[in-house]
């Protein structure tokens, strides 16, 4: 067990200086550099040159790229240009609200996706079945856009029930109660919004993996043992169909820290997503390779716990 | 006490194709005594499997009508909860593939176990674990102990089917269905298998049904045989009876198929088992199988006749049949 989470932790390592240099060359591939559009164009070239020398920007690839790691590594990401703060205060903030943001649409998307998939996947072709699959169809279908702003505008506009944008309320003190109320109304309507459209996909596959799972042999054996339906289907068929979903799960806790583009600009919610969108077409370059960075970052540590958590639930799946 | 394990009358397993049923099962009647072992044999197809399951009651969508009396209980109109209490205990099944027979994400002691605790609510942990090792060393399984806490694939498949039958025979049932239990495996573990079977026969004291497409293993273990075609019984006797004398065209056939020594070509049968939705339902269901016969000899409507005590076939054109001229000729040709 051990053993192979070590090994899988030697394999992450490469994965992630691989990532670190492909997203450098991709920086420096952009055109322009840190200084072009930031200083007034009546400049003497001169002065702008010798900033470039002080700054580093015209030493050699490997040199800038060396000084950037360091950099990285001591969680110095450089300065944003646009909000005039280091980078990795600026990305904290966002990044506490991204993960709120998520963690709560896990949780929705969770509490719907299993006991629907499990309905529906324990009486596969009856009414409910099918009431059930035809609501996956349209999540398919429906783009995330979509359902946010009709979303927005039945229970925020219409009925007034929850905030349009935002995070919080202005005018509260952190800490308080009243505070903590505010952040998590602004949270419910982005939260469930997405949970209903990233939902679908997880009931169709939980469901296709308990129809899968009644027919195999080893539920047979356990009706000859005298097993009740109620425990056939909790100790054998449930067990075995949560395994795939299990192993999703890491990949669904990358997107913890990435945060939905879609939805925080619909919602005007100051996270990840926005934040990501804003730097690129702001060309806030030392933010945008940040953040792609902490993306790549979570991808690959999403993967990682996928399989981590794999080999802790399926047994043939661990090295001896 | 009467010595009747197991009385099944006019027993029909139908399944639904499109919007009909069709029997797989049909019209079977059998008895079973104490400490018998009856062997059920038929080519693939014939029906032998789907008996078996509608004993255990183990078809999830099938009509089954007639009877199936288990020390006088009728299991056919049985409650799921009365069911669930015979399943496993007084009834115990062994299939035919111990590589997907078992759960593959729950130990190998915890399998076991579960059949215990399910019949057993009583049992400590500690009494039931004491058994579970009780019982793989019963089955022939080395270290116990440690295979107690392995998983099936941790396992070769003769060890997995040993530890299927450990599972069937953990509650010491008076019926014992095994449904071609070697089929799945290397000659050298068949007979070992085999050997389990009779040894753990002669310690419980339980009635076997053997469902086998092997004559071999069904002239080792049997007592009594039942031969099955397309869904009915078409000969039920003795097995030294039935070996020495069979008497249906089928039964007759089938023992032809064993290769002998010195013998060039398998002697083949005739076309294939028709399938469930293109049975013929009236007259003799073999006689598409065996052309050459003048179909005036076939009964209308066949039964099982005794023609000896305990000796039964179905249908009279047993007297009439001999083995084709072309059959005899492709035999000696070699046409496979």
Not at chain 1, 56 to 78: A, E, I, R, T
Not at chain 1, 266 to 272: D, T
Request: charge should be negative; include cysteine; glycine fraction near 6%.
């Amino acid at each position: 067990m051990w053993k192979f989470i070590v090994r899988r932790l030697f394999v992450t390592f490469p994965q992630i200086v691989i990532l670190s240099v492909i997203i450098f060359i991709l920086a420096q591939m952009m055109p322009g550099d840190a200084l072009t559009g930031l200083i007034d164009p009546n400049i003497d070239p001169a002065a702008i040159e010798e900033q470039r020398e002080r700054l580093g920007l015209n030493n050699p690839w490997y040199v800038q790229y060396s000084d950037w790691v360091k950099g990285v590594v001591q969680g110095d990401l450089g300065q944003s240009f646009r909000y005039k703060m280091p980078v990795s205060d600026l990305i904290e903030q966002r990044m506490i609200n991204t993960f709120w943001l998520s963690l709560l649409t896990l949780i929705f998307t969770y509490a719907m996706a299993i006991p629907l998939g499990i309905i529906s996947g324990r009486w596969n072709d009856t009414w409910l079945d099918r009431a059930i699959t035809g609501y996956t169809y349209i999540g398919f279908a429906a783009p995330l856009f979509i359902t946010a702003l009709l979303m927005v505008w039945v229970f925020g506009f219409h009925f007034g029930w929850f905030p349009t944008g935002g995070s919080v309320a202005p005018g509260l003190t952190p800490g308080t109660f009243e505070y903590f109320i505010s952040k998590l109304q602004h949270l419910l309507l982005p939260a469930f919004s997405m949970a209903v459209i990233t939902t679908v996909s997880t009931v169709q596959y939980l469901r296709s993996e308990i129809i899968d799972t009644k027919q195999k042999d080893f539920i047979v054996t356990a009706r000859a043992k005298g097993a009740p339906e109620s425990r056939v289907y909790n100790r054998h068929i449930f067990r075995n169909s949560l395994l795939p979903i299990a192993a999703f799960f890491g990949y669904e806790i990358s997107g913890l820290i990435g945060g939905s583009i879609f939805i925080e600009s619909i919602f005007s919610f100051p996270g990840m997503g926005q934040l990501f969108l804003d730097s690129v077409l702001l060309r806030d370059y030392s933010v945008v390779t940040s953040v792609v960075l902490i993306f790549g970052i979570a991808a690959i540590l999403g993967a990682l716990l996928s399989d981590i958590i794999l080999s802790i639930v399926d047994p043939r799946i661990r090295i001896k | 006490m009467s010595n009747k394990l197991l009385e099944i009358k006019n027993l029909s397993t139908s399944f639904r194709i499109g919007d009909d049923y069709y029997a797989a099962v049909d019209d079977v009647t059998l008895t079973l005594n104490k400490n018998e072992v009856l062997g059920i044999v038929g080519e693939s197809g014939s029906g032998k499997s789907a008996l078996a399951f509608s004993i255990m009651r183990l078809h999830n969508r099938a009509k089954i009508e007639g009877s199936i009396l288990l020390n006088d209980q009728d299991i056919v109109d049985m409650s799921a909860a009365n069911l669930n209490k015979l399943r496993g205990d007084d009834m115990a099944m062994i299939f035919q593939d111990p590589l997907t027979a078992l759960n593959p994400l729950m130990e190998i002691g915890e399998q076991i176990s579960e059949a215990l605790l399910l019949h057993n609510p009583r049992m400590t942990q500690k009494q039931r674990k004491q058994r579970v090792i009780e019982l793989l060393n019963l089955v022939g399984i080395p270290r116990p102990e440690f295979v107690y806490e392995q998983f099936p694939h941790e396992l070769s498949g003769g060890m997995r089917q040993r530890v299927v039958i450990a599972i069937a025979i953990s509650n010491k049932p008076e019926l014992l269905i095994a449904d071609e239990p070697t089929t799945a495996l290397d000659v050298t573990i068949q007979a070992q298998i085999l050997d389990l079977i009779r040894k753990l026969k002669e310690e419980m004291n339980a009635g076997i049904i053997l469902i086998t497409h092997d004559l071999g293993v069904v002239a080792e273990m049997a007592d009594r045989v039942a031969v099955m075609y397309a869904g009915q019984i078409v000969e039920i006797a003795e097995v030294h009876t039935l070996f020495e004398n069979p008497l249906h065209p089928y039964t007759k056939s089938l023992l032809n198929s064993v290769p002998t020594e010195g013998q060039d070509k398998l002697h083949v049968i005739q076309g294939i088992v028709p399938s469930l939705k293109n049975l013929p339902r009236k007259g003799c269901r073999f006689a598409s199988r065996i052309p050459w016969i003048d179909a005036s000899v076939h009964e209308e409507n066949p039964v099982l006749h005794e023609v000896k005590p305990g000796h039964f076939v179905r249908c009279s054109c047993h007297t009439h049949f001999y083995f084709s001229e072309e059959s005899k000729e492709a035999e000696k040709n070699g046409i496979s």
